[in-house]
C-alpha cells in the first residue's frame, strides 16, 4: 500500500487535484452532448497535456473519461437521447421519468450509480489489477462466446412480454451487424456494393436515429396532445420527485451492487464494452425484479443498473491495460498513447518501474470519483432546467445537435443518411411493438458474437465434445439454457394474465 | 389489432425468404475452401427472423393469445411527421451543399421549430442563432473540424 499512499500525497497539491476536476467537469460536458462520447473526449484532449508532467496529464484524461461516461446519462433522461450507445438503457426508464416530472430524482439516481459504479470499479482496479489481468489471460473465444451468447438471451429476457418479437429484433440487429467486410475473410457482405458500408453500418447515427429522431418524429406527429402534457411534465408537484427516497434507494441498491459487478467483468475481458454491460446490467435488473412490467415506464432501478455498469466498465478496462498491457477497451486503447507520450509503458513493468506513478493514477481516479460527484450535483440544478423548456423549442435544437453528432461519428452525409433510415425503421418499430433496445443489443454483440462463434469452432475442432475443456464456457452455456427456461416461463404466465383480464 | 400482428409477421417471414433466396446469395460470396463460409451467420439470422415471422403470424391467426403490446395505427400527424422530419434533414443536406453550413443549419432548426408548432418570431430567430453559435463552437473551436 505504501506507493499508493505516497500516490495520494502527490495527488493532494491543488495544481493536479485541479486538472482531475476540470477533466471530470469538461468530460461530464462533453458526454451530455449526443454522439461525443468519452473516446472522442479522450482523443480531443490528448494535444491539451503535452506540456503537462505525467501524472496530471493522465489523472486529467481519466477524469474527462469518467466524467463523460456518466454525463451521457443526462442526455438520455431529459432528452431521450444518449449521449453514447452505453447510456440508451438509461433513456429507457429515465426519458419516462422525465416526462413524469421526475427528472431531478432520475438525473440523481444516475449520478449516484454512476459514482458507486464508477468507484466500486476503482477499487477493484486497486486491489485486484495483478491477479484478475493474469487470469484474464486464460479466457478464450470459446468462454467469450458462451459469455455473449448468455447476454443474447437477455435480449429475450428483455422482451418477455412478446419473446417473439423480441427475438426477430435481436436476429435483425445480429443481421445488420455482419453488414461490412466480414473479418476472416474480407469478403464484403450486404454492401451492395457501396464502400462506405465495408467498415459496416456506423452505431452511434444509428442509436441517434433509432432513439432520438424516432422519438422526435412521435413527438411532432403528436405535437397537440404533447402542448397539452408540457404544463405538467414541467415540474413534479412533490419534493420527493426531485429527490432519491428510502423507498427508491431499497429498489436501486442491488441493481447498483449487480450493475458494478457485471460492469467489472465486462471491463476485464477484452472487446466487449460499455454497451454490453449496461445492457446486460439493464436485462439482470429486469429479470430480476417482482414487477417487471415497470420497467420502460419508469423504474428507478433501471437508471440505476444501466449507469452503475456502465460506469463501472471504465476502471475495469484499465485492469488488462495496466497489469498486462491489453487494452480493454477503446478509451484504454487511446489512454495507450496518451500513457506513452508520457513516458509511462502500461504493463507489468509498470508496477515494478514506476509504482509511486501507479499509486498516483489510482489515488487519481479515486478523487475523480469524488470529484465526479460534486460536479454532477453542481451541474444537475444546470441540466434539470432543459425539462421546463417547451418542447417545441427543444425538438429542434435536439435535431440539430443529433445530425452534428451522426455527421461527426458516422463521416459526414453518410452518417445522416444512415440516422434517417434508422429513424424511420426505430417509428416502425416502437408502433408495431418490436423492441428497439433488442435490435440495438444484437447489434451492438454482434460481430465480437461472430467473430467467437467462428474462432470458438476452429479451437473445439468442430467437435462439441470438446467443450469439456472450457468449464467456464459451459458454465455460461447452462445458466443461458436456465435463462431461456425462466424467460420463456415468464412470458407464458404473462400471456395468460393478460387473457384472464 | 390481430390484423397487424398477422400483416407484420408475414411481411417478416417474407422479407426473409428474399434474404434467403435472392439478396443473400447475390450479395455475400461463398468463401474460401476450408473456411467456415461468410454467410454462415447471416443465414442463421434470417432462418431465425423466418420461423419468428410464421410464429407471430399463426399465433394472431389461430391461436388465442395475442401478445400484451397492442399495436395502434399510425395517425395521420405521425404519419406526416414521418414523412416531413426526414424530408426536412434531406433537404437541409441539399441545401449544405449548395449554400454551406449556415442557411442549412438554419433551415433544419427553423423548419423543425415550425414543424413542433413554434409561431414565436423571436423563438424562431433565437433558436437557429443559438444552435448554429452553439455548432460553431463545437465543431470549429473545440473539435477543429468543419461541416460542408
Redesign the interface.
Known sequence: MTPILAGFADILNPVTLLWVAAGVAIGYLVGA?PGLGKATAVA?AIPLTFALPALPAIAFLIGIAKGSAAGSAVSAILLNVPGEPSSAPTALDGYPLARQGKAGKALKAALYASVLGDLGSTLALVVLAQPIASYALSITPVEICAVLLFSLTFVAGLSA??L??G??AA??G??AA?VGL?I??G??????GDYRLFDGIPLIPMAIGMLA?GE?????????AL?QQGASIAKGAHPDDSRMTRDDWRRSAPAIARGTAIGIGVGILPGLGASVGSFLSYGAARARAKEPERFGTGAIEGVAASESADNAVVPASLIPLFALGIPGSVIAAILIGAFMLHGVAPGPLMFAQQPRLVGGIYAAMIAASLALLLIGMTLQGLFAQVVRVP???V???V???C??GA??EGGG?FG?QV??VF??LG?VFI???FSVVNFLIGFVVGRTF?LT??QS?QILGRDPWNLIHHPIALIFLALTAIAVWRFTRGARS??RK??ET | MRA?ETI?GLA?AAFAVV?LVW??PA???R??SG??S?R???QV??A??LA??L??AG?ALFG????????????R??????V???AL??L??WV?GLGGPLPA?AL???G??L????RNPI?LVL??V??LA??WL??YR??G?T?G
Open positions: 452532448l480531443i412480454q412478446s417473439a418479437k427475438l426477430v436476429c435483425l445480429l443481421l455482419t466480414e476472416e475473410s469478403l464484403p457482405r450486404l454492401t451492395f429522431v422526435m418524429i412521435l413527438q411532432a406527429g403528436n405535437r397537440a402542448d418542447t417545441r423549442r425538438v429542434p435544437v435535431l440539430f445537435l445530425v452534428i455527421w461527426l452525409v445522416v440516422m434517417l429513424a424511420v417509428v408502433k408495431l411493438g461472430e462463434f467462428r469452432i404473462t400471456a393478460s387473457e | 397487424t407484420a417478416l434474404l439478396v443473400i450479395e455475400i460470396p468463401g474460401f473456411q467456415l461468410p454462415l451467420v447471416p439470422a434470417v431465425g427472423i419468428l415471422g410464429w407471430i399465433a388465442g393469445r395475442i401478445p400484451p403490446h397492442r399495436p395502434g395505427p399510425f395517425s400527424g405521425e404519419l406526416s411527421a414521418l416531413a422530419l426526414p434533414v434531406l437541409a443536406l449544405l443549419g433544419l432548426v427553423t423543425a421549430a414543424m413542433m408548432g413554434e423563438a433558436l437557429p443559438g444552435s452553439l455548432g463545437l465543431l473545440i473539435l473540424t461541416v
